[in-house]
């Protein structure tokens, strides 16, 4: 288990001697570190297995501002670690991640080289291939034989050269003397490199369904839009309380604040709308909600939306 918050006073370690011979780069987004410091600490040894007193201290950037980088010896496939913040009167702060978790290093990061990016306090991280890693993955060779027993090779020993699957009969090695030229865009081969981790699913509470289906109708001094809404959605009591609707001059948003978060927004309205005289009807009973649009001037709308 991670180490909780805290407040205390430590003497960071900084690695010397010359880069290490197998390396993970580290980048950290940090505002606002009060003229303090940023270090690393962790479960891995060469993070002081949770001893502040031995932590990686990283350098701030003096390019860029909030930008604190450093390199440490390869750690330990998913291990646990976490950035901690020195401040200037000697104190530290612990990041402040939800449910007081750790950080993990993603397996497929932990290669020399590679640079593991992200912001103090926030679970996202990223991950930068190094030239080394990119190159050798494309130079790795693909063994035949590992195929055995798979679909792909069933295919090709059933139909031969009529194959789906022919062309991958073909044994292939990159000529050790190939230059291998990567970067945005450019497609190296080998197998899939890591590129985020640590990113969090929205909760049933942040997710928002746009609803789509809709029907209206025009008379001399409004519309009337009629929005279903999906069983459930609408309690039997006190429905007015979870709509919500936003009239503008052209045009309309509306709000049900439920489980996942249920919206619609109607623009570029056929027409001006008197805001102040527009209103919404909640009927529960029938699972919709009436948006009545007044209209600024008495004009016939042939469709409720300008193209």
Known sequence: ??????????????????????????????????????????????LGGWDLGRAARLCASQEEPGVWRGQIPLPTAESEFKLVAKKADGSVDWEPLADNANRRFPARCVHNGCTLKMQFGVPRMSVVASAEEIEANARAVRKLEDRAGSALQDNVNRKGENAYYFAHTRSFEVPPDAKVISGPGLITGGAPVLLEAGATLSSEEDRTVWLKDYSWSDSTNKVKVYVPVPDGILPADCS???????????????????????????????????????????????????????????????SLTKK
């Open 1 to 46: 288990q991670g180490p909780a918050r805290s407040r205390c006073f430590f003497i960071f370690l900084t690695f010397s001697g010359g880069r290490p011979a197998m390396a993970l780069h580290l980048e950290v987004q940090a505002q606002g570190a009060g003229g303090g410091e940023i270090a690393v600490a962790g479960s891995d040894d060469c």
């Open 240 to 302: 007015d309380d979870v709509v919500q609707c936003e009239y503008a001059v052209t045009q309309v948003d509306l709000t049900i604040n439920c489980k996942p978060r249920q919206r619609l927004r109607i623009e570029k309205l056929n027409g001006e709308l008197a805001v102040e005289n527009c209103t919404t009807r909640v009927e529960a009973h029938k699972g919709r909600i009436v948006l009545q649009l007044a209209k600024k001037r008495q004009t016939a709308w042939y």
